[in-house]
C-alpha cells in the first residue's frame, strides 16, 4: 500500500505532497508535459507531423480523474504510479495542456486485478479495504486540496473516463450541483460511464440543475458518451448505456453537440491501448505498413461518431468511413480482448477519448472563452 509519507496522520492522502500528482503546474516530474507530436495521415495515406505545443498562461483548470489502470495486485491500488498511470495520462488527458492548467491526482483506486478477478483473472491478494478507504473518498480530498490552494475563483473542466467517470459523476452530484462552486463549472467531460436523464430531457437524473451540452459555446454542461462500434451495437450483456429505473442513458456527441453525425479530430496511439486490454492489434495505418515515429497518429475522416438510441441502449455510435483506393487504413482496433475473444460488453471503451480528443479540446477551447466572457460581463 502507500508510502506512509504519502499520507495524513488521518491515513488520508497529503494532496500537499506533490508526491501524489501526475500533474500539477509546479511539478518538476509533471506526467503531463510528455511527447504528443503526432503523423497525421490523410485518406492517400500521404504522411506529415504535427507538432504540439501548449498552452502559456491558460486562463482555465482542467481537473482530471483516470480509469482503471492499475496493476497493482490487490483490491486497491497504492499511491505510487507506475508506467500504468504514467501511460493514461499521455493518452487520455495530457493534450488537453492546449486549452487549460492541468490537476489530475493520484487516488486508491480500485486495480485491474479486482476487475479482472470475475472474468477469470487472479484473486487480488489481500483484504478488501475497508468502506471510506480511498476511492471517492481520495478524490474529494485532492479536489477540496485544489480548490482551497490553486483554483483561486478559475473556471474548471472536471474530467473522467470509466471508473474515473464515475468518481468525476459523484463529485459533481455531491459537491458541485447547486452549490456555490457550480459557477466556476466551464465543463464536465464524463465518458465510458453513465450520466442518466430522464428520457428526453438534458437534467433532472443524476445531476439537478447541471444540463447535457448542446453547443460548443454552452457552459456549466456536461458532454458524455460511452462508443460502441456502429456495426456492434451494445449486447443485452452490455455495461454502458442501458436504461434503468424510467431514466436514459445520455449521449452528447462532441463532433456535433446540437445532434447528428459529426467528424471528430481523432488522436490514437500508434502502438496499443488504454491500459493493455486491447493489445498490440492496431492494423497497420498504411497500406502498406509504414514507419512511423511518433507517439500518436491523426487520421482526418477516418471516424464518424453519432448519438443512436436502439431499444434500452443510448450510446455513441462510432463508424470507419472506408477509402478502398486510398493507402491509409479502413479498419480501426479499440475493443477488449479476452483469452476467449473479443469481450463486446465494453464496447470501444478503450478508445472512448481517442477518437474524439482534438474535438473536445476544441469544444473545451470554446467554452473556455465563453466562461471567461460571461466572467468579464459579471
Partial sequence: MAQPSLLTPQGRPDYANPATWLCRPDLTDNRCKVDLDATVIAPSGAMSIEKFAAAKAPKIDCFF????VSKDP????????????????????ARFGKVCRQFAPMYRQGTLTALRYPSGGPKPVGERPAPGVGGYNDVVDAWNW???????????????HSQGA??????????????????????????????????????????????LCHADDQV????????????????????????????????????????????????????????GSGGDAQPPWTRPARPISTPFVKTPGLVSTQCVTKGEFTYL?????????????????????????????WGLHLIDVDHSMGTLNRVVASQGAAYERGVAAR
Fill in 220 to 275: 456549466g454542461c456536461v458532454i458524455t458518451y460511452a462508443s460502441f462500434r456502429d456495426r456492434v451495437p451494445p449486447p443485452e450483456s452490455s455495461r454502458f448505456g442501458r436504461a434503468r429505473d424510467g431514466l436514459q442513458a445520455a449521449c452528447t456527441n462532441p463532433a456535433n453537440l446540437k445532434g447528428g453525425s459529426g467528424a471528430p479530430e481523432s488522436y490514437f496511439l500508434t502502438k496499443g491501448f488504454l491500459n
Fill in 65 to 68: 480523474v483516470y480509469p482503471t
Fill in 146 to 160: 485544489y480548490l482551497a490552494h490553486e483554483n483561486k475563483g478559475r473556471g474548471v473542466v472536471l474530467i473522467g
Fill in 166 to 211: 464515475a468518481m468525476v459523476e459523484r463529485l459533481i452530484a455531491q459537491e458541485i450541483d447547486g452549490k456555490p462552486v457550480q459557477k466556476q463549472l466551464v465543463s464536465a467531460v464524463i465518458l465510458g460511464s453513465a450520466v442518466m436523464v430522464p428520457p428526453g430531457q438534458d437534467v433532472g437524473g443524476t445531476f439537478k440543475s447541471i444540463r
Fill in 317 to 345: 455510435a462510432v463508424h470507419v468511413n472506408p477509402n478502398p483506393k486510398g493507402h491509409r487504413t479502413d479498419e480501426l482496433g479499440g475493443q477488449i480482448l479476452r483469452h476467449t475473444g473479443v469481450d463486446a460488453s
Fill in 74 to 93: 490487490g483490491w486497491q491500488s497504492d499511491l505510487t504510479p507506475d508506467d500504468m498511470e504514467w501511460d493514461d495520462i499521455r493518452i487520455q488527458f
